[in-house]
């Protein structure tokens, strides 16, 4: 059974610094795309960031780029969300994303396949 297992969510100040990480347990997903969503208190989930399997494509929400960089190591076959100047509208549950694929348009990714539990992010004023 696949098992994505998130991790690094937290409390921090505004314009502090988290990292995320998300394990994939059960297959590999080395040949498959990954990313991240969240869900705002009231909101729907949203996309923020993917990449492709290869590490060579990135793709990122437009209020994220510049503040958060999407990383993965394929041997450990784990993402990475490195969120930096971290803003009070960051706040969300984090949700790890695996498989699927890459497309054009204005969300990215689609069809994901496995969803990690999320972890919480908040960010203080």
């Known amino acids: 059974q696949v098992q994505l297992v998130e991790s690094g969510g937290g409390l921090v100040q505004a314009g502090g610094s988290l990292r995320l990480s998300c394990g994939v347990s059960?297959?590999?997903?080395?040949?498959?795309?990954m990313g991240w969503f969240r869900r705002a208190p009231g909101k729907e989930r949203e996309f923020v960031s993917a990449?492709?399997?290869?590490?060579?494509?990135?793709y990122y929400k437009d209020s994220v780029k510049g503040r958060f960089t999407i990383s993965r190591d394929n041997v450990k076959n784990t993402v990475y969300l490195q969120m930096n100047s971290l803003k009070p509208e960051d706040t969300a549950v984090y949700y790890c994303?695996?498989?699927?694929?890459?497309?054009?348009?204005?969300?990215?990714?689609?069809?994901?396949?496995?969803w990690g539990k999320g972890t919480l992010v908040t960010v203080s004023s």
């Open positions: 990449i492709s399997w290869s590490g060579g494509s990135t």
């Open positions: 059960g297959r590999t997903f080395r040949y498959g795309p």
């Open positions: 994303a695996a498989g699927g694929r890459l497309v054009t348009g204005p969300v990215p990714y689609a069809g994901v396949d496995y």
